[in-house]
């Protein structure tokens, strides 16, 4: 069993940033790729960005690209993701996810292991 907290969410004004962090516990040793979600209220939860074990490979998701980077601390067993030039879009509650099997994958079920989430609300 993995078990992922995140934290660094909050409010901050559209076209601030935010650094989110997500620290892993428990079977570690078992975590290969790693991403974060995010589900607005009334919506799905939806892809973020993704990172590789070694985090050679990155993934993201349209609305995020040069805005948004995924990295990791695989010493620390730590994901970050920092947000720049946040939009009042990125509001949501963002969720760290691990998975034991290869590739950066955007699907939500293939990941097995979730956080509890941290709210990111942009104001404009």
Known sequence: QVHLVE???GLVQAGGSLRLSCVASGRTSTISAMGWFRQAPGK???FVAGISRTGDATN???SVKDRFTI???NAHNTLYLQMNRLEPEDTAVYYCAARS???VLSTPHRYGDWGQGTQVTVSS
């Open 60 to 62: 993201y998701a349209e």
């Open 101 to 103: 099997g290869f590739g």
């Open 71 to 73: 990295s990791r601390d």
């Open 7 to 9: 934290s660094g969410g």
């Open 44 to 46: 799905e939860r939806s």
